[in-house]
């Protein structure tokens, strides 16, 4: 059974950086993508980012869209989403979790039916 850990949460200043990891117990390639969610207290669980099993394909959400990076090294078996200019609203629990992918009309998803979750991370940014 694959088995996924997070890695890298913390507290943070706001506009402060943290790097997060999900590092799987064997080879994620023959999965479709695996992706990062949060769930902030009170809210629903929301998809932040995929990346496509080769990292041919990456999708981001508005609120992080050019200050988080997804990327993946399939030679360590570990996806990384570094996060940069964090905000307060960015406090959560992050997951990672292995993802389906595939067209979707015009566009193309990688963060369907998300299995394999792991046990989570905190990131708080306050001051």
């Known amino acids: 059974q694959l088995q996924l850990v997070e890695s890298g949460g913390g507290l943070v200043q706001p506009g402060g950086s943290l790097r997060l990891s999900c590092a799987a117990s064997?080879?994620?390639?023959?999965?479709?993508?695996i992706g990062w969610f949060r769930q902030a207290p009170g809210k629903e669980l929301e998809g932040v980012s995929c990346i496509t099993s080769r990292g041919s394909y990456i999708n981001y959400a508005s609120s992080v869209k050019g200050r988080f990076t997804i990327s993946r090294d399939n030679a360590k078996n570990t996806v990384y989403l570094q996060m940069n200019s964090l905000k307060p609203e960015d406090t959560a629990v992050y997951y990672c979790?292995?993802?389906?992918?595939?067209?979707?009309?015009?566009?193309?998803?990688?963060?369907?039916?998300?299995?394999?979750w792991g046990q989570g991370t905190q990131v708080t940014v306050s001051s």
């Open positions: 064997e080879s994620t390639v023959d999965y479709d993508a």
């Open positions: 979790a292995t993802t389906a992918s595939g067209p979707y009309g015009s566009n193309y998803y990688c963060d369907g039916r998300p299995s394999n």
